[in-house]
């Protein structure tokens, strides 16, 4: 501590060599670490608002597909990608090529290890990268953009960037700005969704504030850097609480017979007070089901101590795909016949409508499940050319007319395709984890159900 002076008397020092008046930075050297779903939305509002741009990522094969124009990211398009080259863009795999960079954005994954507790080693790696790239005389911007627990830039990344000698405030403006890109929406997108920005240092969160500022329309800041961190997991908590809530709900209320999709509706209606949120075969993606594990992580590693209702809610929400399973085993009941030995159809494994993602879907649950329950699964998924569950493949079904094949259906997902076609399901037993079937008019199978 007696080498490191306080963080405003070092940010009182910091001034950004390439800026002019404030709100006038131009930043011209921008560099992404991690290629991602995050990463290229990023380097998107970068190159369209005249930075220069070095994506990296580990993945040279992703690096050598981005240099061909290829993207591998739904909401970017190959268009795209090539307009990018064409003004500059250069995606790397040689972190040589991060020299002169006026600010380092990392983008990274932050999965969960095996035993449930988070990893930052991607994060690490990242920052280890960057503090052999900072020099004292540029004075670059740092900031981490991938979702973690409250602490962990100032605990985690802040002592390896300065570990090369270089201090935080005084060499590096260091900041945290949490990534809300919701992929699939063309409504909400990096540019239009306010960015939270929390610094190190008040002077740090002006530097990211200016950054960012030229790339979106509203800037956020928050009192500090754990704020900001706390603040994203905040948001996605309180959608892993509240689709808890009402998939305990919707289990009590097929008990009691009442049609809790009609609950949904008609509560829905108070135009004040109620935010709906529907039930589902389970949560998915990499925001929902992982972010409450890591804050989980920090209450119990700083405080000794759980959070009920969090930790509630994930048992609840993993429980959903399970009970799928057993929904589909009282449905062949009702039928006179039993799901052990039958053909079961999956349609739509994503975990989010229209788009080509299955981490940590639902549908690997509930396909779990059916096997051991004896089912013979098979899925149906445009977006999706293959897909294993445990190491094993599930068969795909190529037209959505082949499901009178099958001795069930199970809509996991609305896919605009379905929704447009249910006519072509015609399975004798058909499950709808979506609510969509009564709502459009009913489908042409004998015996359907909602979840």
């Not at 006038?24 to 990023?42: E, F, N, S, T």
């Not at 972190?95 to 290890?113: E, G, K, N």
């Not at 830039?153 to 570990?163: A, D, F, G, Q």
């Not at 609950?263 to 409450?292: N, S």
């Amino acid at each position: 501590m007696g080498a490191h002076p306080s963080p405003d008397l070092l940010a009182s020092s910091l001034d950004d060599p390439s800026q002019g008046e404030r709100g006038h930075v131009q930043i011209q050297r921008v560099a992404v670490l991690g290629l991602g779903y995050v990463g290229l939305p990023l380097v998107r509002a970068c190159v369209a608002n005249g930075h220069e741009v070095i994506g990296f990522d580990v993945s040279q094969r992703v690096t050598d597909n981005l240099a061909l124009g290829i993207s591998h990211v739904d909401d970017v398009s190959d268009s795209e990608v090539k307009d990018w080259l064409a003004q500059g863009f250069l995606p790397t795999a040689d972190a040589s090529m991060l020299s002169q960079i006026d600010v380092f954005v990392i983008c990274v994954p932050t999965p969960l290890s095996s035993d449930g507790t988070p990893d930052l080693s991607a994060v690490e790696s990242a920052a280890r990268l960057i503090t052999g790239q900072i020099h004292s005389g540029r004075r670059p911007l740092v900031v981490l953009e991938s979702t973690t627990y409250p602490g962990t830039t100032e605990e985690i990344v802040k002592p390896i960037l300065e570990s090369g000698g270089l201090l935080a405030a005084q060499d590096f403006s260091l900041a945290f700005s949490p990534e809300r890109i919701d992929p699939g929406n063309a409504t909400w997108t990096f540019e239009n969704t306010p960015k939270l920005v929390g610094g190190y240092t008040s002077q740090c969160a002006d530097r990211a504030e200016e950054f960012y500022s030229s790339l979106t329309t509203k800037v956020v800041r928050t009192k500090g850097l754990k704020e900001a961190e706390m603040a994203k997991l905040l948001e996605n908590t309180y959608r892993h609480v509240n689709i808890a809530l009402v998939n305990e709900l919707a289990k009590v209320s097929h008990l009691l017979g009442i049609d809790f999709w009609d609950v949904i509706a008609a509560a829905e209606t108070k135009p004040h007070g109620f935010q709906a949120f529907r039930l589902g075969p389970g949560v998915g993606g990499h925001c929902i089901p992982i972010d409450p594990n890591y804050l989980g992580h920090r209450v119990r590693a700083e405080l000794g101590q759980s959070l009920r209702f969090v930790e509630l809610a994930q048992e609840i929400n993993a429980s959903m795909p399970e009970y799928v399973a057993h929904r589909v085993v009282e449905l062949f009941a009702k039928a006179g016949s039993s799901v052990s030995g039958s053909k079961v159809l999956l349609l739509g494994i994503t975990y989010k409508p229209d788009i080509a993602d299955v981490r940590e879907s639902p549908a690997y649950g509930v396909a779990r499940s059916l096997r051991e329950l004896g089912a013979h699964v098979s899925y149906h998924d445009e977006h999706i050319a293959q897909w294993d569950v445990d190491g094993e493949a599930v068969a795909r079904v190529a037209a959505l007319a082949q499901s009178r094949e099958f001795d069930c259906t199970v809509l996991l997902q609305s896919h605009m395709r379905y929704l447009e076609c249910l006519d072509e399901i015609s399975s004798p037993l058909m499950l709808d984890t979506q609510g969509r079937v009564a709502r459009i008019g009913g489908a042409h199978v004998p015996a359907w159900s909602t979840l």
